[in-house]
């Protein structure tokens, strides 16, 4: 290897063994002094951070569709806690989702018991009746006995329970009574469609 041959990994030295830096031969202002003028105008202003905030509401439209975004985002939150509400009922302590379906004609009850996470809960028997909500009778017309399915079962020290029931009676809108030896809770539910 001769003297004038340099490994590319040493740095550069002068006849005075000085380190220099690297000398660069391509400059940011030569590159652009050969570009359009549309790319040298680009790179002449200031660089600014966008806000987030104001691209969203920078025009009438956006403004309009963030409100829109944010009102369906609200509406949707609020109905879906409505939805388990209506469908959730606190028991001894458990939280139980009950729910009415209809599969080839024959109506399923369907509980779900769910313990809370403090372990204070209700174990032992609970009953239960459903009856169909019968409409209103006119002045004068002979009242019918209201058919009644009631069945008993037992709350185990589980995390979740499931548990299913055959209502031997058509409809859509029903009442259900669940009674345990200290509380008694009541709802109505319609007949979900699957």
Do not use: C
């Not at 209506?86 to 004609?105: D, P, R, Y």
């Not at 055959?166 to 259900?176: C, E, I, K, N, Y």
Request: neutral net charge; aromatic residues 10%; proline residues 5%.
């Amino acid at each position: 290897m001769s003297e004038t041959e340099k490994q590319p990994d040493e740095p550069i030295k002068n006849s005075d063994n000085i380190h220099r830096d690297t000398v660069f031969y391509y400059s940011r202002e030569r590159r652009l002094s050969r570009a359009s003028p549309a790319v040298q105008a680009f790179n002449e202003e200031p660089y600014v951070r966008s806000n987030i905030f104001k691209t969203l509401t920078a025009t009438r439209a956006h403004k309009l569709l963030l409100f829109s975004i944010v009102f369906i985002f609200i509406v949707s939150n609020l109905v879906m806690r409505s939805v388990g509400k209506e469908q959730g009922l606190k028991l001894g302590g458990n939280t139980l989702a009950l729910n009415i379906h209809s599969v080839e004609e024959t109506l399923i009850l369907e509980m779900v018991k769910d313990a809370p996470k403090s372990g204070e809960l209700y174990i032992g028997a609970v009953d239960i009746a459903v009856s169909p909500v019968m409409p209103k009778q006119k002045e004068g017309e002979a009242r019918e006995d209201l058919p009644l399915f009631s069945h008993r079962i037992f709350f185990n020290p589980v995390e979740s329970e499931k548990f299913l029931f055959t209502l031997p009676f058509a409809g859509t809108d029903f009442f259900v009574i669940l009674r345990t030896e200290s509380e008694n809770k009541s709802l109505r539910l319609k007949v979900r469609e699957d």
